[in-house]
């Protein structure tokens, strides 16, 4: 499982992603352009870490959060005070 979500308001810009691996729950966050933070946590088992991330990104969504493909998240990069996902 791999996602790729933004966030974009008049006054911010932000990435967030998820990954899985293994048992293990990657998130990467910070505002666009940036490196951002990475937090890492440990489960039990995949489905574990899955039901979280499914958790999580339920929640992103609802706060307006929006997910992107891969070239969208290279291009606001790149050039992020440029980008609109309003469009």
């Known amino acids: 499982m791999k996602k790729k979500l933004v966030y974009q308001s008049a006054n ?24 951002g933070q990475t937090l890492v946590e440990e489960f039990e088992n995949s489905d574990a870490a899955i039901e979280e991330a499914k958790r999580l990104l339920c929640s992103k969504l609802n706060k ?9 998240i290279d291009t606001m990069a790149q050039n992020p005070s440029s980008n609109s996902l309003n469009t």
Do not use: C
């Not at 307006?64 to 969208?72: A, F, L, S, T, W």
């Open 64 to 72: 307006g959060y929006k997910q992107v493909d891969h070239e969208d």
């Open 12 to 35: 911010i810009e932000l990435f967030w992603n998820i990954y899985i691996e293994q048992d293990k729950l990657i998130q990467q966050f910070g505002p666009i352009g940036s490196e």
